[in-house]
């Protein structure tokens, strides 16, 4: 199995509402990424766990709150978005902490969920 | 800081004729190089990476490209494309630490295969 499941695909909500995404590996990969990705823009790098714990936040705003319950599942809170918010959300990992791009590993993504803030 | 450049942000080309996806680089250190394909509606999928060695590196799908230093290039090539590589490419640099803090991606190019 080397895939990176996530769900929902897509996601249409409010902004008062409380919704989450979830993320999914079961390659014994131990990093494990949140990335956002605007239309026709590269990804921007949110969040990354390394050994369930959360080892980078790239300045992301509250209302998102990633959770890794075990070192298999991802998960990011959502809360009071703002229409701004719209995007592909990706989840992503790799094998051995951040640091492991440089040798044989690389980072797997997983097909992203996309949300919509109305 | 690193910075990443692709110079052309649509690519269209005819069935089986030869493409090239230009990028270049801007570092004051060591820096490792990757190429990533999006398809739509999907997550990013590595086609190839130099880290060092040969600069001349072959990736999946019939993918190559080639590291020039002095250039500060990373130009992805493929001979004859197909109707399937129609995709979103993007180039990415990381520090010689191989850290995914440090993964600065471009802004990508579409490049659509006609047929």
């Known amino acids: 199995d080397t895939e990176v499941t996530q769900t929902p695909k897509h996601l249409v909500m409010g902004m008062t509402n409380k919704k989450s995404l979830k993320c999914e590996q079961h390659?014994?990969?131990?990093?494990m990424y949140w990335y956002k990705q605007k239309a026709k823009k590269p990804p921007e790098l949110m969040f990354v766990?390394?050994?369930?714990?959360?080892?980078i936040n790239e300045s992301v705003p509250s209302r998102f709150s990633p959770e890794c319950p075990n070192s298999s599942l991802l998960n990011l809170h959502l809360h009071a978005l703002q229409p701004e918010d719209s995007a592909l959300y990706l989840c992503?990992?790799?094998?051995?902490?951040?640091?492991?791009?440089?040798?044989?590993?690389?980072?797997?993504f997983g097909s992203g969920t996309q949300l919509s803030v109305l | 800081a690193q910075s990443v450049t692709q110079l052309d942000s649509q690519v269209p080309v005819f069935e089986e004729a030869p493409v090239e996806l230009r990028c270049n680089y801007s570092?004051?250190?060591?820096?490792?190089l990757f190429w990533y394909v999006q398809y739509p509606n999907q997550g990013l999928q590595l086609l190839l990476k130099?880290?060092?060695?040969?600069?001349l590196v072959k990736g999946i799908n019939g993918f190559e490209a080639e590291f020039n230093k002095s250039q500060t290039s990373f130009h992805l090539r493929k001979p004859s494309v197909h109707i399937s590589d129609t995709a979103e490419y993007f180039c990415?640099?990381?520090?010689?630490?191989?850290?995914?803090?440090?993964?600065?991606f471009g802004s990508g190019t579409q490049l659509t295969v006609l047929p």
């Open positions: 990415a640099v990381s520090l010689s630490s191989g850290s995914a803090r440090q993964l600065t």
């Open positions: 766990y390394s050994y369930e714990k959360l080892s």
């Open positions: 992503a990992s790799s094998q051995d902490r951040e640091t492991g791009l440089a040798t044989n590993e690389k980072l797997f």
């Open positions: 570092s004051s250190v060591s820096v490792y």
């Open positions: 130099y880290l060092s060695g040969s600069t």
């Open positions: 390659m014994g990969h131990r990093a």
